[in-house]
Each structure stands twice: as structure tokens, then as C-alpha cells.
């Protein structure tokens, strides 16, 4: 049982569930202290020790039974539910259909362990399994395409066709309706309990060498792609933004009390203390660093999604270090989100605007978006705004309107552009990043966390 347990344990971590070895010790003196009799203790006990997080349950609920399973799907024997004459009808209908059919031989035994409610033997699976490569499987996302072959080579799927055509046999030999349909029935039970041993057969084994591999080592989520990242590893970095941005206010915080320090100007201190003949008895210090007035304006289109969320987050959970924010989302059209950031904390208010905007397909239009952002809100920019435009630049070929980007330009402190593409591919299909780059103060690539993070502190930095 001990080793069961570990491999169970094993692969729970190897499907993405967070267990130390303290917890894993913690399981075990759970079920010294309950016993394996009853099965509901059992399970109580390992998901209490073994589980944190409610999205793990459905782990733990998908890979116990495969470690710890009731048994053989439970089948019947048909014939002893058979009158003596339908027994009799059953037994000539099968000779009849075998006749000197060589090919049908494998179907038929397997239509004869159906009749007589037998499960597949260990060496029937193991048989199966190995024609089927199942040796060579290494992730639970393959268990439906393993199935599928081993219900190949068990002849599950073809075995069908020949229940039918024994059916219509025993309906000519003048077999009653009722107790063709109440033999149908039991075969296709029986049939559903060698498919679920096939099934519970391939899942455990697949959990098992899952158990068996070497855990690989997990990549750095602040360098994981936004375009790579899983469900799990989404939810992961929701709950780092807040460590994050609590590094990123303690570095501007400290370039500020720097700041107000300030450094030496030569120039003001030769020029006050002219009066005294050039000699500096009076110094002069100049401080530049100011909050930043920020725009964002954000795609949150499909591809942009997990990007713009991140964002978002990050910038509100700074406010303290900004003067300023207002910010703007598009995919077709620009709509103004600034009022939700004031009624709510952030992480609530990104996952409102996001539920509310919900992507469309192949309908990204930023240059309609600075059209509605020039004609409603450009008072918002003065010579102090920082605006931040966030996206791929890719705009299914609609007009990119240049003439704008180039005005908000000119009349902003800078423009920044935060792409999440390399330059390699600015101009392809529908890109027109290799047109807005140049129109930029500067273009930060924003691919992973850690460089959207570092992309944030230097806009901080330099205030």
C-alpha cells in the first residue's frame, strides 16, 4: 500500500499538484490513523493531507480511482438469463454465423466472452497494450487516443456489426421481441464494462509511468510566453503580479528618496556663486525624477489577452508611483475603462472589463480606435503624458491611421509601443509594427512577465 501511495503521490505531482514532503508524510499518518476498510475515509484522508487549492480537486478526484479502483466493471453471464429454447435458438445462431469463416474467429471469441459476461484477462490487456505502443505513452492527455487503439485491437468497435447480424438471426429463428431487445441490452452492458476496463486500464497505466518519470524541472513562470501559458500557469502569475509589483514599488521608492537627494548642477552653482568670485560656497542640486501621467491604450483581443490583463494589473497595483492614469481598451473599437479602476481593486476591475470585452474574430481595428481616441480624448494628452499602446501592431489590413499615431507623438511627452512580437515579425501578414515603430519613442518587447515587468520599471525609472 505504502508504494502505491507514493506512486499516487508521484503522479499528482507530475500532473501539476503542488505536494511537499511534509505532506506527503502527513498522508501517510492520515491513513495509518484511518484505516483502508472504508474507501470514503480512505480518499477523505489522502485529499485532505494531500490537496491545497480547490482547482486540484479535480485532480485528485481524476487520479485516485486509477490508483485505488472499485475493480472489474461488473457483467453478467447471458445465457444462464435465457429461457432453455432462447439458449438453444442463441447457440445455433452463433454456429450458423461462424460457419467456415476463418476471419470471423477472433470476433467470435470475443462475442462468445461477452456471452458468458468475462472481463479481459490481465494478459488479453497487457497484450493488447503492447500492440498498441501503450508502453511508449507518457502524458493523460493521450488516454483517449490509447483507448481508441487498444478498443481497435480488442475488436470492441468491429464486434458490433456482428451483434447485429446475430440479432437479426435469432429474429428469423423466431425468437420474441422482448427477448431480442432484453438480449440486446445485456450485450451492450457487457460491451460497456470491457470498454471501461479498457479504459480504467489505460488511465492507470498511463499514471504509473506518469509516476515513474523523473520530475522535469519547471521553467521560471516570469519567463514563460503569454502565448504558451496553461490555465494553471495563468492563475500562477495572477497571484504573483502582487509580489511583483510590491519589488517594483520598493525599487521606484528608493530611486525617489534618491531623487530628492538630487545631484550636483555645476552650471547653477558657478552661476550663484559669481558674488563670491567663482569660489562654490553654495551648492546647487537639480532633481528631475517626477510620477509618471500615464494613457494606456490596450489591445485585448485574443492573441493580446493574457498581455493587457498583466498589464493592467501591474500598472494599478503601482498608482502610488503614478500621477496619473487613463486607460482604454480596444479590438474594433476604443472604449474608455478609467471609471472601473476607481470603483474597484484591481484585479476585480481587470477581470470585470475583460468579462464585459470579450474577443471577437479577426475584427482588431486600432486605427478606427485612434480615430475615437483623437476625436473624444486627446485633451488628455499634454506635454507630461506618457502614453503606452500595447499590442501586436496586426490590424486585418484595415487602415492603420499613421497620421494619428504620429500627432498623439508630437504632442505627448513620448509614445511607447509594448509588442509582444519580435522584430522579425513586424510587416508580416497583417502587421503593420514595422510602420508604427518608427512613429515610437521607443518599443519595448513584452512577451513574457519578466520583460513586461522590466518594461514598467523603466517607464518608473525615468519617470
Request: aromatic share 6%; with cysteine; net charge neutral.
Amino acid at each position: 500500500m505504502d508504494k502505491r501511495m507514493v506512486e499516487f503521490i508521484r503522479a499528482l505531482r507530475a500532473a501539476g499538484v503542488r505536494i511537499s514532503l511534509a505532506e506527503s508524510q502527513d498522508a501517510m499518518y492520515g491513513v495509518d490513523a484511518v484505516g483502508a476498510r472504508s474507501r470514503d475515509l480512505f480518499r477523505a484522508a489522502l485529499r485532505a493531507t494531500l490537496v491545497k487549492e480547490q482547482r486540484d480537486h479535480a485532480t485528485f478526484d481524476y487520479f485516485f480511482p486509477l490508483f485505488f479502483g472499485v475493480g472489474t466493471p461488473p457483467m453478467q453471464n447471458i445465457p444462464d438469463n435465457l429461457s432453455p429454447d432462447d439458449r438453444q435458438k442463441l447457440q445455433e445462431a452463433l454456429r450458423s454465423l461462424m460457419g467456415d469463416r476463418e476471419a470471423l474467429r477472433q470476433l467470435m471469441q470475443l462475442l462468445q466472452q461477452m456471452l458468458d459476461g468475462r472481463p479481459f484477462s490481465q494478459e488479453q490487456l497487457d497484450d493488447m497494450a503492447r500492440r498498441s505502443g501503450l508502453n511508449q505513452g507518457s502524458e493523460m492527455y493521450q488516454r483517449p487516443w490509447f483507448e481508441r487503439r487498444m478498443n481497435r485491437e480488442a475488436g470492441l468497435q468491429q464486434v458490433q456489426r456482428l451483434i447485429e447480424q446475430l440479432l437479426e438471426q435469432l429474429e428469423r429463428m423466431g425468437m420474441s421481441q422482448e427477448a431480442l431487445q432484453d438480449l440486446r441490452q445485456m450485450l451492450q452492458e457487457n460491451a460497456q464494462g470491457l470498454a471501461e476496463q479498457v479504459s480504467n486500464y489505460v488511465g492507470a497505466t498511463l499514471a504509473e509511468q506518469m509516476a515513474a518519470q523523473e520530475p522535469q524541472p519547471k521553467p521560471d513562470l516570469l519567463d514563460v510566453p503569454f502565448n504558451h501559458l496553461g490555465q494553471r500557469e495563468v492563475e500562477a502569475i495572477r497571484d504573483e503580479i502582487r509580489r511583483l509589483a510590491a519589488r517594483l514599488r520598493s525599487r521606484a521608492s528608493l530611486r525617489q528618496k534618491r531623487a530628492s537627494v538630487g545631484t550636483l548642477d555645476p552650471r547653477r552653482v558657478m552661476r550663484d556663486n559669481m558674488r563670491y568670485g567663482g569660489v562654490p560656497l553654495e551648492l546647487r542640486f537639480r532633481t528631475r525624477h517626477v510620477k509618471p501621467k500615464l494613457v494606456l491604450i490596450c489591445d485585448v483581443s485574443t492573441s493580446m489577452r493574457y498581455c493587457a490583463e498583466f498589464l493592467l494589473t501591474l500598472i494599478y497595483e503601482l498608482q502610488d508611483q503614478v500621477a496619473r492614469t487613463d486607460s482604454f481598451i480596444f479590438i474594433s473599437d476604443l472604449k474608455d475603462i478609467s471609471m472601473v479602476f476607481q470603483e474597484k481593486q484591481p484585479r476585480e476591475a481587470v477581470e470585470q472589463v475583460l468579462t464585459e470585452n470579450r474577443p471577437g474574430y479577426y475584427n482588431t481595428d486600432l486605427g478606427s480606435s485612434l480615430a475615437t481616441f483623437r476625436r473624444d480624448h486627446l485633451d488628455k494628452v499634454t506635454s507630461k503624458t506618457t502614453i503606452i499602446i500595447l499590442g501586436d501592431g496586426r490590424n486585418n489590413y484595415n487602415d492603420p491611421r499613421l497620421d494619428i499615431a504620429e500627432e498623439l507623438s508630437r504632442r505627448a511627452r513620448r509614445l511607447l509601443w509594448f509588442c509582444p512580437e519580435p522584430p522579425s515579425l513586424w510587416g508580416t501578414g497583417d502587421s503593420d509594427m514595422h510602420l508604427y515603430a518608427p512613429l515610437a519613442d521607443g518599443v519595448y518587447k513584452v512577451s513574457t512577465l519578466r520583460e513586461l515587468a522590466a518594461a514598467v520599471d523603466q517607464i518608473l525609472a525615468d519617470g
